[in-house]
């Protein structure tokens, strides 16, 4: 990926896993919510951009991953929501080892409609959604175009349009030549495995995540990656975030990106700007975490989506 070094900065920073550059049991009966029969069979051919793992019981929660990470992103997460939730695992095609989508048209809408018709077809009532990076994307778009389908939304470090995160008035239209170069030269394969450790070095800070993350990049597929950058770059969501219904908790990332002019404020004021539509939200920043919030600064992230998570007007969603 061969970028002007302010493209590479942005792309690294804001999606590869994307940020600022500046086993299965019936669902269990929670309060105020009642118990549900068990799981209709999935059927994986019914959703071929993704796989699936359950694991544990309670109230339902899809955890979706961002760019070239698996569902396995999200251990240390499921162990700690498994006794409350009914944890919905998502790996999509492509990233982290997993085979490749057999098309790359249209990739994340795919991905957009197969996870809402996957929420149907398992009966999943307004499921609690966390997603990191393209994952939190993911989420915003989903309820965006459902808005009855999911509950609360923990979105980990992602933006509605990241296309426009140096010039707030950037259009589809203005972004896409610089979109389909990206999507081209990403394209043209993968990152040498030294390459690869050194931009993960800067999204996240522990040396064995690093090298865990760099591992999940480099056993990625080009194309799907490439493919999933661009849809992001040139799908603005900023528009329709105000259609979203329930209550969204945003946590941002920050400390990474001094390098680059950004402090904490200025940051904020990004998230701030691309979520005004939001109705029903709040920004949170680590004070210290990289793009991999869950993984720099767990407890900060964990207090955070527990506290949220427990409010009366979200548990009750």
Not at 268 to 288: D, G, N, T
Request: hydrophobic share 45%; glycine share 6%; net charge positive.
């Amino acid at each position: 990926m061969h970028l002007t070094t302010t493209f590479r900065s942005l792309t690294a920073a804001l999606l590869l896993s994307t940020t600022l550059p500046l086993a299965a049991a019936p669902a269990a009966a929670t309060a105020g919510h009642p118990a549900a029969a068990a799981r209709p069979t999935d059927n994986p051919a019914a959703h071929p951009n993704f796989t699936v793992q359950v694991v544990g019981k309670g109230r339902p929660m899809l955890l979706i991953p961002g760019l070239t990470c698996p569902g396995a992103v999200w251990d240390e997460t499921v162990a700690h929501y498994q006794k409350q939730y009914q944890c919905h695992i998502i790996s999509l095609a492509g990233f982290g080892g997993n085979a490749a989508p057999a098309s790359t048209d249209q990739l994340l809408q795919n991905v957009r409609d197969q996870l809402l018709a996957y929420v149907n077809t398992q009966q999943l009532s307004k499921p609690a959604v966390i997603g990191h990076s393209l994952g939190g994307f993911m989420a915003l778009w989903m309820s965006s175009t459902a808005p009855e389908a999911l509950g609360p939304l923990v979105i980990v470090d992602s933006l509605p349009f990241i296309g426009a995160i140096q010039n707030p008035a950037a259009t589809v239209e203005q972004v896409r030549p610089i979109a389909e170069q990206m999507r081209r030269q990403m394209t043209q394969g993968r990152m040498n495995p030294a390459q690869q450790r050194q931009m993960v070095a800067g999204l996240v800070t522990d040396t064995a995540r690093i090298s865990q993350v760099a591992r999940w990049g480099q056993a990625s597929d080009p194309a799907t990656v490439a493919q999933a950058m661009y849809d992001m770059y040139t799908t603005d969501l900023r528009p329709a975030v105000a259609r979203i219904q329930q209550p969204v908790l945003v946590l941002g990332a920050w400390a990474a990106y001094q390098a680059y002019g950004s402090t904490k404020e200025s940051t904020r004021a990004i998230f701030e700007q691309q979520y005004a539509k939001l109705p029903r939200h709040r920004v949170e920043m680590s004070e210290a975490g990289r793009h991999f919030l869950m993984y720099d600064d767990t407890q900060w992230f964990f207090r955070q989506a527990d506290a949220f998570l427990k409010q009366p007007a979200v548990a009750q969603k």
